[in-house]
């Protein structure tokens, strides 16, 4: 009888340990989860500003372009008027 009860016993204490161990893992897991969740969440809002600051920087390219061609227009033009000016 007694080795029938430590049997058990012996089941019951491995069973116990095997349950605590998995509940372990799974508040591991779930922090872990939670910790993805987060840097995913940080990671999409940088990819976002990462986006606004491109488009802000494309538009000031764009600015920037098309102030270098009124200038070249104008040097152009300036660069007409002296010729005009030494051929006569």
Request: glycine share 2%.
């Amino acid at each position: 009888m007694d080795l029938l009860r430590d049997a058990s016993t012996d089941s019951l204490a491995s069973l116990e340990e095997r349950i605590l161990k998995t509940v372990e893992l799974v508040a591991q897991l779930r922090r872990e989860k939670e910790a993805a969740s987060k840097q995913r969440e940080a990671a999409v809002r940088e990819a976002a500003e990462a986006r606004e600051e491109v488009a802000r920087l494309s538009r000031e390219l764009d600015g920037m372009r098309a102030e270098r061609e009124q200038v070249r227009a104008r040097i152009e033009k300036l660069l007409d008027q002296m010729e005009v000016l030494s051929a006569g």
